[in-house]
């Protein structure tokens, strides 16, 4: 068995996991990141936890094949620089060059922590086995990876797959971005909620209000779903509504690359056939290639969390 680590900076935590060559995440720890430090700082503690997790798993440091990173923010793997990280006040910072620093005689590799993520339910989660998947995260936006044929598609300045920031609505709501009607404004969980405050407060008979305790200030995505389930007319039309913009931009996406999966991540894919079973039957209705034998599926991710430690272990050098 060769063993890795994989390493998710993120702008709250550092988290690292001691990943097996199959894919298993056998340990895994984290630490808070301190933002704000100098990144030589942060390098740091990256490489220390990545010790520390792999003499968790008792395993030798020699042992250690790679260590892998995802960053949250523009990896440059031709020159090993994370270019912009704006939640961790990075710019241009040779984030490889310090961890071989750090780390002598290891093998390094780094990627944007979405692509991390896409890849890790790639090469072990819902897409094993594929030649081609879309990885699509419903959160605070929406995130994405390309795997084609078997590869990341990282775009010629490594900033492909931002798949929250392609237009659904020209005239739409206005985006944190410049733009206006971004997919993510109507496609997230973040918009999921909104969508669902503003149903309440037009119907303040529905059971939704129940659902929250009468607290609009605690509605959740799951609030949504457990309306559905409850037979709520006003959470059966949020939904409606909601996966109709949602259907819109998969079947935007599926009309472009026609993989073989698209792999729904985020809590809200928790809803399992609530969300699939209509979102699979517009696609149906509205993929171009709807007569072709071999049709894109609509699945959910399995590794949650533990995607971006279990890809960036295994990124390809």
Known sequence: MRYYVGIDLGGTNIAAGLVGEDGTLLKQLSIPTNSGRSAREIVKDMADLAKEVADLGGISWDQIKAVGVGVPGT??????????????????????????????GKAIRFDNDANAAAWGEYVAGSGKGSRSMLAVTL????????????????????????FGHFVIDRNGIECNCGRRGCFENYASATALVAQTRQAMEKNPQSLLWELCGKNINQVEGRTLFDGVRQGDDTANQVLHQFIEYLGTGLVDLINIFQPELICIGGGISKAGELLLKPLQAMIDREDYAATSRNRTKIVVAKLNNDAGLIGAALLES
């Open 139 to 162: 959160g605070t936006g929406v995130g994405g990876g390309i795997i084609l044929d078997g590869k990341l598609f990282r775009g010629v300045n490594y900033a492909a797959g931002e």
């Open 75 to 104: 990896a440059n793997r031709d020159t090993g620089i994370v270019e912009y990280a704006n939640n961790l006040g990075f710019y241009d910072e040779p984030m490889v060059a310090m961890l071989e620093e750090e780390l002598p």
